[in-house]
C-alpha cells in the first residue's frame, strides 16, 4: 500500500518535536526545574543554627528592619560603617561574630551568599560598635569577606537591577575563636557550629546609586 506524500512529510516532523519535547524534559519527562527553584538558603544564619539559642535584637543608626541602607554606607559613596547594636547574649556568652551577606549574590562559581564583612571575637561586654568605627574593640578580629582574609566592611555595591537584601547578622557564642578561625568563611562557619548561644539580624536593602 503506498503511503500519501502528505502522510511522509508530516510523520518526520512530528517525531522531530516530539523528540525535541522529551529531550527538554529529561527521561522523566517532567520539565526540568529552574537554576534558582529550590535554592537553599545557605546564610550563616542558617549554616550555623542556632538550636533553642536565644534572639538577639540588632539594630543600627542607618536605617530600620527592611529599609534602604544610605549610600554614605555603601561602596558607591562613603563606604562608610552605619554603626551597628544588639541586645546582650544570655548567660555563658563569651564573644560575638558579625557577618554580613547579600544574599541575592552569589560568587562565580559559588553556592554562597556574597560575603562582605565579618568581625569575631567581639567581648561579651560590647553589645554596640559606632558609626564609622575604624578601630576594633580589644581582643576583636577582622575576618574574611569576598576581597580575602582581614579585611574591614566592605558595604553594597548592588549591581543594576533589583534591590538586594543585605544581612547583618549577630551571633552570641560560649567560646573565643582562635586566630585561624579567620582565615576563610569555611573555617568561621565551622569553628562557629555548636557555640551559638544567640542570634539575631537587621536587613537593609541596597539599590543602584541613580546618576548624578
Not at 561586654?125 to 576583636?140: E, K, N
Not at 578580629?141 to 537584601?165: M, S, V
Amino acid at each position: 500500500m503506498a503511503i500519501p506524500d502528505r502522510l511522509r512529510l508530516e510523520f518526520p516532523l512530528k517525531l522531530l518535536a516530539l523528540t525535541i519535547l522529551l529531550a527538554g524534559c529529561g527521561a522523566t519527562g517532567k520539565a526540568p526545574p529552574s537554576s534558582s527553584a529550590g535554592a537553599a538558603d545557605k546564610r550563616a544564619l542558617i549554616t550555623v543554627p542556632a538550636n533553642g539559642a536565644a534572639k538577639l535584637t540588632v539594630t543600627t543608626p542607618a536605617f530600620t528592619d527592611g529599609s534602604d541602607i544610605p549610600f554614605e554606607n555603601t561602596q558607591y559613596k562613603g563606604n562608610t560603617f552605619p554603626g551597628l547594636s544588639w541586645s546582650a547574649g544570655p548567660a555563658g556568652t563569651m564573644s560575638y561574630v558579625i557577618i554580613l551577606q547579600d544574599v541575592d549574590a552569589r560568587p562565580r562559581g559559588s553556592t554562597e551568599p556574597y560575603l562582605h564583612w565579618t568581625m569575631g571575637n567581639i567581648p561579651a561586654s560590647v553589645t554596640t560598635l559606632d558609626a564609622g568605627m575604624t578601630t576594633l574593640p580589644a581582643g576583636s578580629l577582622y575576618g574574611p569577606n569576598y576581597r580575602g582574609a582581614n579585611q574591614p566592611y566592605a558595604g553594597p555595591r548592588t549591581p543594576p537591577g533589583p534591590k538586594h537584601h543585605y544581612h547583618f547578622q549577630v551571633f552570641a557564642l560560649d567560646s573565643v575563636l582562635s586566630a585561624e578561625a579567620f582565615a576563610s568563611y569555611e573555617a568561621l562557619v565551622g569553628a562557629m557550629k555548636g557555640h551559638v548561644v544567640a542570634s539575631g539580624e537587621v536587613v537593609g536593602l541596597g539599590q543602584v546609586m541613580p546618576a548624578s
